[in-house]
Every structure is written in C-alpha cells, then in structure tokens.
C-alpha cells in the first residue's frame, strides 16, 4: 500500500484545514516523493514549507500541476469548477485528480460542465473528518486516522485511479468507501449538513433575542457542545448549503414534522409520547456513541 | 460563609446525579455536621455510606428530616409536590428547604398546591451544572465548581433562608444569581430545554428512518457533541417539558420561524442571506465560547 505512493509528486488545491492535514500526515510518513501546495495566502505557503510539511509551493495551479501524479482538490466547494477549468489546460489523464468536498453532486455536475462529462481519470471524494476551527494552522498529522473517506466513483472512473486514491487515505490511516453520488448527498444531509444548519439556526434566534448576552452567560454545557458546529467556516458551509440544498430541505422537512409532533406533544402534556420518544432517542444515542468510539480505537 | 454550615445536619432527598454531587462536595470539604440522604434504592445508599459521602440514610423522608437544618430536594421535577407533601408533615419553620429542579414555575405551584402559598423557609433553587449522564454513580465532587447556581426567592422569602442556601452552593465553588421565577424558566427554555428536544428530536427523526443503522455510521465528531444531550435521562426531560411546556414552546416557535426562513433561503439559493445569517451565528459562538471558558476556569 505504502508503495504505492513511492516517488509520487503529489498536488494540493487548497491548504486549509483538510489539504494542511492530508500534507501533515503524507510529509510525516515520507512516502510521496514530493507535496507541492497551492494556495493564495503565500504567508501560509511559505510557513508550511517551513514546517516541512510541503516540498514546495506555488500560487498558481498551471505552474506545478502538468507532471502531478494526483492533485487533491481542497478549495471550497463552489470553487472546485474553477479550479477544475485551470486544471483542464494542464494536466493529461495520467493525472489522477480527486477532492475532498462534502457535497459529491454538485462536483459531479462541476466536472462534467468543465470536461463534458467526468474525466476517467477524477476520483470525487469526502473525507469525514473536520473540526469547527479552519485553516492551515488548525490542520493536524492525525486529522483522518480512524476517520472514514466516502468516494463516490463512476461507472467510467479508471480502477487504477480509484486505487490510488484509496492508497493515499490509507496510509493517512482512513477507512475508504465507496458509495453512489445521491447516496452519500443524502447521508451527508442528514448526519451533517442539517446540524450545521440548526445549530447555526439556534444561535441565530437566541442572538437576534433582546439580552441576548444574558441569555447566553446562563447557557452551560449542553448548549457549549450542541453548537459546537455553529463555530464552523460560513464561507464553507454556505458553499455545501448551495449546493446540497435539495438533499438538506428534505432531512429539514422530515424534521420538521418530527418537531411539530413533539411541539404537540408538549402543548398537550402527552406524557406517553414524550416519554416513548425521549427513550427511542437517547437507545439510538448511545448505539451511535459506541458504534462511533469502537471506531475511532480502531 | 463556611462557618454557616457548622454544625448543620443536611437532608439531602434524592441521591443521583446532583444530590450525589452536593453530597460527595460537603462531605470531602467535611463542613457540614451531618449529611443525611433518603432515596428509594438502598444498594446506591449503601454505597455512598461506604464512599463516605454520607453520615447516614434512610428510605423515609419522616425517619430523618424532623430536625434538619436544610432539605435538598433532588428529585425529578415531578416528584417535587409529593416530597414538599410528605415533607410538610414533619419539618417546621427552623428548617430550610430548597430545590435543584430545572423548571421553577411548576415549583413554586407545587410549594402553593401543598402549603396554600410559598413558605417563607423555602428558596426554589437550580444549579446550571448537569452532564447527560444520570445517577448517583455518575456524581462528582467538583460538579458545581465554577457553575452557576440560580435561585428564585418570594416576595416574602425569609433572607435568613436565602443566606444559608447561598452558603451551601459557594461552598461547592459555585456563583449564585437571584431572578425572578419567569426570567428563570424563560432563559432555561431558549438556553437548555430548546436545545434537548431539538437533540431527541434529530435522533428519532433519523431513528425511524429506514437503514438508520447505515446513517448513523457515517455520523462524526460533529453529530456526536450535537447530540450529546439526547443521551440524557428521558425521565427527567420528560419532567421538564411537561413543567416547562409553555416557555419551550414559545421558544421552538421563534426557532422554528429561523428555520423556516432558512430553509426558503437554502431552497432560493439565497447566497447573500446564507452568508449573513451563519457570520452572525458564527460571531455570536465564539462570543458565547469565550464567555463560558472565561467563566470555568474562574
């Protein structure tokens, strides 16, 4: 597996928290033969290279991609179609090209407006792992160990392309899977993207509240870890609300009755009902926890 | 302010999370002359006498509360009016009584329905210190360290009262607040019941979808903190909506008026209003985090 990456000049798009972090982890392993970074902020550029995370860097996608033998695409995911056009008047189908955005449709139809369909040779992928904080100097070598990457493939995506962007997430110690574009868009909906948007939500309404800075000096613990998320890049998230907005509405509408039963629920002091609902919860609850902590030991 | 508790026999009813943590607090600072628990499990008595966490038990409120000096009661809200009841009985006015209930308007009703008004010897109380974990094995010595702690006194409240329920939460390092009853079941509902029925909500909803199992394995760090608070005790949540239904509700409505919104924004593709509304969320986060690292590690 470690092989596979021998030699290789590797090319990240984009060195914020998950490009510094796939850097970090691939430049501690000495495997790849080189890491070249590109980005706009060249102060950040220059202090990676300082850290001797990347072998070398540029601000420009034409001037270090031609020879890459896989460019990770890290930008936000409305910049992807950008970045792809530079791409297309450089690199040859022997560059494998992936990215790493959490919505899949949206790339498909970005690669597909910029190559006329999806190049053979790009592999569309989704690391799940993040952080509320952003940016190169949150980015860590461990940042995908234990974690699960989603690729989703197409029925015209080259096996060897496939390959080695599976090698690359498992030496940075991820899980790999792959599963079909609506699929991964809609799991990412439900378990995700809607989160992000209550907990943006939540915070929105108790702000917009009078004394709002007392309401929020009585909030504790619960409320600190609840919006968490709420802490996350707008720029990105706004980017996966544009372009999984169908997917998120339809997790938000089935919420949303879900909402309007327990808001009844309570109105009508349906004791049963809450108590029937609160227990299926908090069983479904702890299932996840353990699922996801024998996960994460693996 | 640790010379008010000398001397002073503590009946604390309701050993779990809370009355445990007051419990475990009192007895390693080994202020209080006597800690007495009543609670309806002897094995969890048992054990706290083992611990040393307590003087002594008993499974009657009547054995032991007579001549105490102050009655915690620690039950779920619910439980409240039933335990003032068989309370009335046997203390007199030497005693103080106070609560940790999460709802106080249901409480002071309870207070009324069982001794015609408030009694001057009793200070609804509640400290803002909780984890969703339950019971008297999930308890802590330093549970209410840096918390704060709000209390709700009458009009006609004996000071005296109030004084020697303030002692005993600074003790236990917390900060204690007065406000008034509504005030108090206002913030709660936008700050910590919203939260919680949002959480069991989210996790039912996605429960009862078909292949739920496969979801929540795609699940990360982010749905995790999200929904912590849904693993927490559905009894004592059940308690609290059936009390505090009426604030609750008129907080899940303006919430759900934000969520409307945004869901028409998400569906318009409504860049400009996605971008103002998670910026302001995300500023009134960080403010919120800050605020609260400020005041934990006072």
Redesign the interface.
């Given at each position: 597996m470690s092989d596979t990456l021998k030699n290789k000049k590797i090319v990240i798009i984009g060195l914020g928290l998950i490009g510094g972090s796939i850097a970090r982890g691939l430049s501690s392993l000495q495997l790849a033969g080189e890491i070249v970074a590109v980005g706009r902020n060249e102060a950040v550029l220059q202090q990676a290279k300082n850290d001797g995370v990347i072998s070398s860097f540029s601000t420009n996608i034409k001037d270090v991609a031609a020879d890459a033998d896989i460019v990770v695409i890290a930008v936000p995911s409305l910049t992807v179609e950008n970045t792809l056009l530079e791409l297309k008047s450089v690199v040859s189908e022997n560059t494998v090209i992936t990215d790493v955005a959490s919505v899949k449709n949206a790339i498909v139809e970005a690669a597909v407006n910029v190559f006329g369909e999806v190049p053979e040779n790009f592999v569309p992928g989704h690391p799940?792992?993040?952080?509320?904080h952003s940016g190169y100097s949150a980015s860590t070598v461990e940042l995908f160990q234990g974690?699960?990457v989603?690729l989703t493939p197409m029925e015209n995506t080259a096996a060897d392309a496939v390959s080695l962007v599976t090698a690359l997430w498992q030496v940075l110690g991820a899980e790999v899977i792959n599963m079909p574009v609506d699929r991964h868009d809609e799991?990412?909906a439900?378990?995700?993207h809607?989160?992000?948007?209550?907990?943006?939500?939540?915070?929105?309404?108790?702000?917009?509240?009078g004394e709002?800075e007392?309401?929020?000096?009585?909030?504790?613990?619960?409320?600190?870890?609840?919006?968490?998320?709420?802490?996350?890049?707008?720029?990105m998230?706004?980017d996966i609300?544009?372009a999984n907005?169908e997917a998120?509405?339809k997790a938000?509408?089935?919420?949303?009755q879900?909402?309007e039963r327990?808001?009844a629920a309570?109105?009508s002091?349906n004791?049963e009902e809450?108590?029937t609902?609160?227990?299926?919860?908090?069983?479904?609850?702890?299932?996840?926890?353990e699922?996801?902590e024998n996960r994460s030991t693996e």
């Open positions: 799940i792992a993040g952080s509320e974690k699960k989603i799991i990412l439900a378990t995700s809607l989160p992000h948007l209550l907990a943006f939500a939540l915070v929105d309404t108790l702000s917009q509240q709002s007392e309401i929020f000096r009585y909030a504790a613990g619960g409320f600190r870890d609840f919006t968490r998320i709420a802490s996350s890049d707008p720029q998230w706004h609300f544009m907005g998120t509405v938000l509408d089935s919420y949303m879900d909402l327990l808001r309570v109105l002091k004791s809450l108590m609902t609160f227990k299926r919860a908090k069983v479904s609850r702890d299932k996840f926890l699922l996801f």
